[in-house]
C-alpha cells in the first residue's frame, strides 16, 4: 500500500519524536534543547531527512581538513545518513523510500542523526571556524 505525508507524521508519534508542521508534506523534527532542527521532507517517492550544520568556509585551505573529517565520519561512524554539502551548506542528510518506510526504518536514521550531531558536529564546526 502507497504510504503518504500522513503515514510519515504517524510514524513521528509513534516515535516520540516532538515535531512541528513545516509547510506541505514537511515535519520539523526536534534535536533536543540546544541542537539544530531535523526537517523531514515527504517528496514521493522519497522522503528526505536533513539537518544544516553550518555554512561550509570559503577559504579552501579550511575546506580540506573538515572534508577529510566529513569522509571519515561517513565512512567510519554512519550507517543511515551522510555529511554533504548543499549550496555553501555542510548537511547531514538520509534519503528513504517512501512506498515501505516504517517506525524502524526512521528510527534508524534519528538514532544516526542524533549520534552525529553528539559526537561530530562540535568538531566540524571547529574545522570550518579555525
Known sequence: MPQTADDVE???YRLNRNFES???ATFLVSSGTEGPTIAVHVN??????RVDIG???EDEQRQLPLFR?????????????AY?????????TSGLALENIDANELAAVFSDIDL??????????ELATE
Open 84 to 92: 554533504a554539502v548543499e549550496g555553501g551548506e555542510l548537511v547531514l
Open 22 to 24: 513545516g509547510g506541505p
Open 10 to 12: 504517524n510514524i513521528l
Open 55 to 57: 555554512p561550509v568556509p
Open 44 to 49: 514521493d517517492p522519497i522522503v528526505v531527512v
Open 69 to 81: 573529517q566529513m569522509l571519515e565520519y561517513n565512512a567510519k561512524g554512519l550507517v543511515h545518513c
Open 116 to 125: 552525529a550531531l553528539a559526537r561530530h558536529v562540535k568538531t566540524l564546526r
